[in-house]
Nanobody, 126 residues
């Protein structure tokens, strides 16, 4: 599967951004998806994940209540709505897809994803 992330940018603290990740080359509606991020000098960390139908979602504690992951299977796209952004949210954000054999389930572990987008930069100024 090929993933193309977009929607990053520069925003002031307290603002909002919506990231999009368009998928192609795999039956999108059957696979779990996730968002991860990596800040300079830090390891990649889990942000959010969603199952094949959109009925199950999980979030990192650091973004719970501020970020919302969703998907539109008709458009083969997963979204990350980010509200009340903080400077510590500054990072490159990556979308990722789980293999078909995972049964469309969620995961917070990067190693369980087999396809990654190119990343989109999110910068939150204080």
């Amino acid at each position: 599967v090929q993933l193309q992330a977009s929607g990053g940018g520069l925003v002031q603290a307290g603002g909002s951004l919506r990231l999009s990740c368009a998928a192609s080359g795999r039956t999108f509606s059957t696979i779990g998806m996730g968002w991860f991020r990596q800040a300079p000098g830090k390891e990649r960390e889990f942000v959010a994940t969603i199952n094949w139908s959109g009925g199950l979602t999980y979030y990192a504690d650091s973004v719970k209540g501020r970020f919302t992951i969703s998907r539109d299977n008709a458009k083969s796209t997963v979204y990350l709505q980010m509200n009340r952004l903080k400077p510590e949210d500054t990072a490159v954000y990556y979308c990722a897809a789980r293999p078909v054999r995972s049964g469309g389930t969620t995961s917070q572990y990067a190693a369980s994803y087999d396809a990654w987008g190119q990343g989109t930069q999110v910068t939150v100024s204080s």
